[in-house]
């Protein structure tokens, strides 16, 4: 099976760290075509993957455009359009991992007569996109796609609540290696003490820094948990929220907050970290479409508390793998970092559990294999 995928995105997000995985398997017989260059392209060569960046002029449509520039922006799409058309003529599928990727993948798909397939990692509500591109989204989607990968029941549902065809989605979870997130306890000792983490609870938050992804909510939870809880926020602003890092360092001043909480950056040792953690926290205040640092946090072992909303509500089970808490609520935030302070016993056995359940439900041989099932599906008999 050949596939050209294609991804917008130069940087590593969630969905690009996705397509490293499904891609693999393919390495021999795929190639990523990126419509950014960046560290994401790194990451593809190093695990192998073939990998061509196909325009270096960048895309002008954000979230929240407007119909007129979405239709400005189509004409910039053309030479690239043209490109991927003749990329895939090599091979059996186009795959589009992103809403960009997805107009053009459309767009080829319809001209070189592929089959196109798009891995829909968003949650196409209003909270996270404009109408208009709700719309162009669904419409790409129902007129020219074979098959609707939904990261989610909340994304797929979302689809469908948008205008998508049902009937040519499937749900497949993000798949991940457990052998990837088992450290060695004198590594975390080791990073523990570089970052200053020794003797105090540490509550992880690993996500880019974005408003939606809340990490302002953990911020307030703190002021409510006893001293010896620190917080360490792990990502980097990736799509230019600026404002939003300045306004989460002025509020950890304001809160006389300076010494429990760490900005730690952009880092590509996620596993170890959250091995130094005693807890993860994930605080999205909109829906999250699946949130793969739930899943992670549960592989390393540590327990983990998620906002009440979307995909999370799939992956977690309150009191039974991992504590839900409502979004944007500090105060049942605060209550739960709390409570796993103070009942290590019993929040041990709820990590526990929600390691054995991750690692059986995300394994990536096995998602894999459900997304070859449906390839298959799409191959001419
Ligand atoms: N991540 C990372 N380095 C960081 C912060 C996050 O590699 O500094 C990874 C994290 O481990 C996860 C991904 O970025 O695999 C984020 O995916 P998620 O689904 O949680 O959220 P997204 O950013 O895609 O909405
Ligand atoms: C997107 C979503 C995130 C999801 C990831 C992988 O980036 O925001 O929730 O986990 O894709 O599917």
């Not at 088992?182 to 105090?200: A, F, M, N, P």
């Not at 992670?296 to 089970?317: D, H, S, T, Y």
């Amino acid at each position: 099976m050949k596939i050209l995928f294609l991804d917008q995105s130069g940087k590593p997000g969630g969905a690009e760290l996705c397509l490293i995985d499904i891609a693999k398997p393919y390495k021999d017989n795929c190639l990523v075509g990126l419509f950014a260059d960046g560290p994401f392209r790194d990451l593809l060569e190093q695990n192998h993957i073939p990998v061509q960046v196909l325009t270096n002029q960048s895309i002008q449509v954000r979230k929240e455009s407007s119909l007129a520039q979405g239709l400005g922006s189509l004409g910039q799409l053309i030479p690239l359009i043209a490109k991927v058309v003749q990329k895939a003529r090599k091979f059996d599928f186009i795959y589009a991992n992103t809403q960009k990727a997805l107009v053009v993948g459309a767009l080829a798909s319809f001209f070189s007569r592929r089959p196109l397939v798009y891995h829909l990692h968003d949650i196409l509500s209003p909270e996270h996109f404009s109408q208009t591109n709700r719309r162009i989204a669904v419409t790409c989607a129902n007129r020219f796609a074979s098959l609707v990968i939904a990261n989610s029941q909340a994304s797929q549902a979302a689809f469908v609540a948008a205008g998508g065809r049902l009937d040519i989605t499937e749900v497949i979870y993000n798949g991940f290696d457990p052998k990837n997130y088992q450290s060695h306890e004198s590594d975390v000792s080791q990073i523990k003490q570089q970052l200053g983490l020794d003797g105090q609870f540490v509550v992880g938050h690993f996500s880019r820094l974005a408003p939606w992804k809340g990490q302002h909510i953990l911020i307030e939870a703190l002021v409510q948990c006893p001293v010896d809880v620190t917080a360490i926020l792990v990502g980097d602003a990736l799509f230019g929220e600026q404002d939003y890092v300045q306004h989460l360092h002025q509020q950890v001043t304001a809160l006389g907050l300076e010494n429990r909480v760490k900005f730690l950056g952009f880092r590509s040792d996620i596993p170890l970290l959250m091995a130094a953690c005693d807890l993860v926290a994930h605080t999205s205040i909109a829906p999250e479409p699946f949130g793969r640092v739930i899943v992670e946090g549960m592989l390393c072992g540590k327990p983990v508390v998620a906002a009440k909303a979307g995909g999370a509500i799939e992956l977690v089970e309150d009191g039974v793998n991992g504590f839900l808490v409502a979004p944007e609520k500090p105060d049942q935030l605060a209550q739960v970092i709390t409570t796993c302070l103070q009942e290590p016993q019993k929040t041990a056995t709820i990590a526990h559990n929600a390691q054995s359940t991750a690692s059986q439900r995300f394994g990536i041989t096995a998602i894999n294999q459900q997304i070859a099932v449906q390839l298959n599906k799409l191959l001419p008999s």
